[in-house]
Nanobody, 126 residues
Framework: QVQLVESGGGSVQAGGSLRLSCAAS?????????MGWFRQAPGKELEGVVT???????VYADSAKGRFTISKDNAKNTLHLQMNTLRPDDTAMYYC???????????????????WGQGILVNVSS
């Protein structure tokens, strides 16, 4: 059974940084999975932030490009999201997700992600 547990959220002022982590168990991070970060702001739909394939190919949402960086520590089965220059509109629940996938890049399709963490809150104040 794959389990994903997020950590690292919290409150920060605009312009600040946070690093989210997602500890995976039940499979190895280097196996054929796509992992990603999604978020849902109050009153808005779930949206993709960034995904990373098992080969390391990353796809970023336009809102994340240049500010967020995804990385993966295969030795620790952990996915990270470094978020810099945070803005109030980054405020949301952030979810780590995973799906079985073989390919260089994987894309934002929440319905295709089988495994989800419980979510963690990121609050950016102005």
């Amino acid at each position: 059974q794959v389990q994903l547990v997020e950590s690292g959220g919290g409150s920060v002022q605009a312009g600040g940084s946070l690093r989210l982590s997602c500890a995976a168990s039940g499979y190895t991070a280097s196996s054929a999975y796509c992992m990603g970060w999604f978020r849902q702001a109050p009153g808005k739909e779930l949206e993709g932030v960034v995904t990373m394939s098992h080969t390391g190919g990353a796809v970023y949402a336009d809102s994340a490009k240049g500010r967020f960086t995804i990385s993966k520590d295969n030795a620790k089965n952990t996915l990270h999201l470094q978020m810099n220059t945070l803005r109030p509109d980054d405020t949301a629940m952030y979810y780590c997700a995973a799906r079985e996938y073989v390919g260089s890049y994987c894309y934002f399709a929440p319905s295709q992600f089988r495994y989800w963490g419980q979510g963690i809150l990121v609050n950016v104040s102005s």
